[in-house]
């Protein structure tokens, strides 16, 4: 049972141009959400952060949307650039209590061509 | 500030034996998570532990264990290993004063299993 879904698996846009990736969640106690970026034999970097109290959170070129009552959040990049280039995950987590785990989509490849 | 560091960052092993991983956590985090990344699973969370307790764990069989150590540094061991057990094996850590933080990556250790 896949919680968090990420459905395309890849992506391919023009440098400049806006980049949206798309993430659905299931599960309705998921409240934190973060995106990840991943190159090829590096561990993922964090990106950005959203907590379910907010419907949008901007850093620079990176805004994640949250619509709750879609169970679907979306990373726009604005411009995208041939940097970007790379695997983005989405993860949710239900950080009630002091437990805490992390529930990864399984990527998208964003291809950046200048 | 350094990053989460992993050892060793590749190892081969064969069926039937047993490995363990290392991490260090970034100085002053006291949570480390391990998660399993493969091509057709995404990453997976095996389990999370704080202060020198597991708090949280994953769907994996019990040849999967792990340990934290009073200085944060954690290690992982697979028992018996499988030819499915070829993975990235990424580490994670956070602050974990809030469950709000997020978790940085360490660069992986691939494993794999002939």
């Known amino acids: 049972d896949q919680q968090v879904k990420q459905n395309s698996p890849s992506l391919s846009v023009q440098e400049g141009r806006i980049s949206i990736l798309n993430c659905d969640y299931t599960n309705s106690m998921f409240d934190y959400f973060l995106w990840y970026k991943k190159y090829p034999a590096e561990g993922p970097t964090f990106l950005i952060s959203i907590s379910s109290i907010k419907d949008k959170n901007e850093d620079g070129r990176f805004t994640v949307f949250l619509n709750k009552s879609a169970k679907h959040l979306s990373l726009h990049i604005v411009p995208s650039q041939p940097g970007d280039s790379a695997v983005y995950f989405c993860a949710a987590s239900d950080s009630g209590g002091s437990n805490y785990k992390l529930t990864f989509g399984k990527g998208t490849l964003l291809t950046v061509n200048p | 500030k350094a990053g989460v560091t992993q050892t060793p960052r590749y190892l081969i092993k064969t069926r039937g034996q047993q490995v363990t991983l290392s991490c260090s956590p970034i100085s002053g985090h006291r949570s480390v998570s391990w998660y399993q990344q493969t091509p057709g699973q995404g990453l997976q969370f095996l389990f999370e532990y704080f202060s020198e307790t597991q708090r949280n764990k994953g769907n994996f069989p019990g040849r999967f264990s792990g340990r934290q150590f009073s200085n944060s540094r954690s290690e992982m061991n697979v028992s018996t290993l499988e030819l499915g057990d070829s993975a990235l094996y990424l580490c994670?850590?956070?602050?974990?004063?809030?469950?709000?933080?997020?978790?940085?990556f360490g660069p992986g250790t691939r494993l794999t299993v002939l």
């Open positions: 994670a850590s956070r602050r974990a004063t809030d469950s709000y933080n997020e978790q940085f």
